[in-house]
């Protein structure tokens, strides 16, 4: 038991207090100095649980962006495969102009290649700093994993002009027939 303060002391031997009554208020001071103890170490393990929780959550946010990166790094080599894999042999003499990365491009393709391009059966496709014809096949799986890849496609749907053309001005242009078979 622990031993009595001086005051305490003093007020026992002036008759004061009871000795029952000083033992009972050192019992009360320890067990509030033992709950001031217990509710700081539950503050201490609170925040503890805390800090785990959001180095936890980070972690985790961590992890998702590196796997995010290593997906799209994944799906950039399957594209690159595929047009390394499924590229038709360019032959031929007579020039090809497109618009790619806001310069004229040219390559160098025979007259077939010409047809199936305007028809949208072949398409142009960014490979390193080279282009690419592919099969129209072949050109939407490197459109699902990287559609940056793929620069020419006249096959596309309608869907992807301007939406600032008006009915007004395609009916206007319509008298305007432009030849299928112009070179520039």
Do not use: C
């Amino acid at each position: 038991m622990a031993k009595p303060n001086p005051l305490q002391e003093q007020l026992l031997k002036a008759g004061l207090a009871k000795k029952s009554k000083v033992t009972e208020a050192a019992r009360e001071q320890q067990k509030a100095r033992q709950a001031k103890e217990s509710t700081e170490s539950d503050q201490i393990r609170r925040e503890a649980e805390r800090a785990r929780e959001l180095k936890a959550e980070k972690d985790r946010a961590l992890e998702a962006e590196r796997k995010a990166r290593a997906r799209a790094a994944e799906l950039a080599a399957q594209a690159r495969q595929i047009i390394q894999d499924k590229k038709l042999p360019r032959s031929g003499e007579s020039e090809y102009r497109f618009s790619a990365d806001g310069a004229i491009r040219t390559i160098l393709i025979n007259d077939d290649q010409r047809r199936l391009l305007a028809a949208g059966t072949v398409v142009i496709a960014r490979h390193g700093d080279r282009y690419e014809l592919l099969p129209r096949a072949a050109g939407e799986k490197v459109r699902e994993r990287d559609a940056s890849l793929i620069v020419l496609d006249h096959g596309q749907a309608s869907g992807a002009a301007p939406a600032d053309s008006s009915s007004e001005d395609d009916a206007y242009y319509a008298q305007f027939k432009v030849p299928d078979d112009l070179v520039w």
